[in-house]
């Protein structure tokens, strides 16, 4: 077996793949409301709500975001793996070049993946408060999206790839994940 970093394959490349953790399913409640603390803080709570959503959709288990695990779903559940999206007044996901790689390689080794978008209409910006922000979020959802990473794939072969508007993760390429 050969070892490239977190992913290891054999002469018939079947891969053994270091998946992150499981999140800790208890969570100390919160003693004050916290205020939302900018546009990258309104991202987090956004995902983080997306995904508590699909967990309690196909009753599964959030996991960890590890930078040694060489893959971190959002959601697994028996067998299955599930990405989260939310997509706002925007209407467009963002899917970054190096996770859709990623994400080929998963499925490529036999494993299911699907994909859960959570399409909303709130005004995020209108939120002071992270309380607030999960309410109008949760009041304004318009519908779930439940994508099958096959197809998934597909659209975004035939899309172009963007560059960002980034220098996230201190590198020249023009996309990251």
């Known amino acids: 077996m050969q070892s490239a970093g977190n992913l290891g ?32 803080h309104v991202r987090i709570v956004v995902g983080n709500l997306a995904e508590e959503l699909t967990a309690g959709l196909v009753g599964g288990q959030r996991h960890k975001t590890d930078s ?4 971190c779903p959002d959601v697994s559940a028996g067998d299955d793996y599930y990405e989260s999206k939310a997509v ?6 963002l899917i970054y070049e190096g ?14 993946l699907i994909y859960v978008v959570w399409s909303h209409s709130a005004a995020t910006k ?5 309380e607030q922000l999960r309410r109008l979020l949760l009041e304004s959802l318009k519908a779930v999206y439940v994508v099958p990473f096959a197809e ?22 023009k996309t990251y994940g």
Not at 68 to 71: D, F, L, V
Request: proline letters at 4%; glycine letters at 10%.
């Open 9 to 40: 394959c054999d002469k018939k490349r079947r891969c053994t793949i270091l998946i992150s953790g499981k999140r800790s399913v208890d969570e100390q409640p919160a003693l004050w409301e916290e205020p939302i603390r900018g546009h990258g």
């Open 126 to 130: 209108e939120s002071k408060t992270v």
């Open 68 to 71: 040694r695990a060489w893959y």
């Open 99 to 112: 996770r859709l790689i990623k994400d080929r390689k998963f499925v490529a080794d036999g494993r299911r």
């Open 152 to 173: 998934i794939s597909r659209i975004c072969s035939v899309l172009p790839i963007e560059n960002l508007n980034s220098k996230y993760g201190g590198t020249n390429k």
């Open 88 to 93: 706002g007044l925007g209407g467009s996901i």
